[in-house]
Nanobody, 117 residues
Framework: QVQLVESGGGLVQPGGSLRLSCAVPRSIFVTSTMGWYRQVPGEQRELVATITTVGSPNYADSMKDRFTISRATAVNKVYLQMNSLQPEDTAVYYC???????????WGQGTQVTVSS
């Protein structure tokens, strides 16, 4: 079973920052578009950002000025730097991989981000 392992979530005050990390098996990492989604209980999972195998990012409009996605090939990780966090950013954040060659999707278990004073 493929495992994407997220880390870096937690509690932060409004206006604060967090960096999420996702460790990915190399065979998946080098052949996948990577991304982050988030989900609030009772709502649909929504796109935060994706990044292609060659490092081209794409963001949800509401997050592109505050969040930055990146990938590090040397360590097979994808990151999400989140700045100026607000209470509405509170959600479970999921790491995502999509194999560009065979179209298979993979998901992590999620990491909780809570923005509260």
């Amino acid at each position: 079973q493929v495992q994407l392992v997220e880390s870096g979530g937690g509690l932060v005050q409004p206006g604060g920052s967090l960096r999420l990390s996702c460790a990915v098996p190399r065979s998946i990492f080098v052949t996948s578009t990577m991304g982050w989604y988030r989900q609030v209980p009772g709502e649909q999972r929504e796109l935060v950002a994706t990044i292609t195998t060659v490092g081209s990012p794409n963001y949800a409009d509401s997050m592109k000025d505050r969040f930055t996605i990146s990938r590090a090939t040397a360590v097979n990780k994808v990151y999400l730097q989140m700045n100026s966090l607000q209470p509405e950013d509170t959600a479970v954040y999921y790491c995502y991989a999509r194999r560009v060659d065979i179209g298979t999707n993979y998901w992590g278990q999620g990491t909780q981000v809570t923005v509260s004073s």
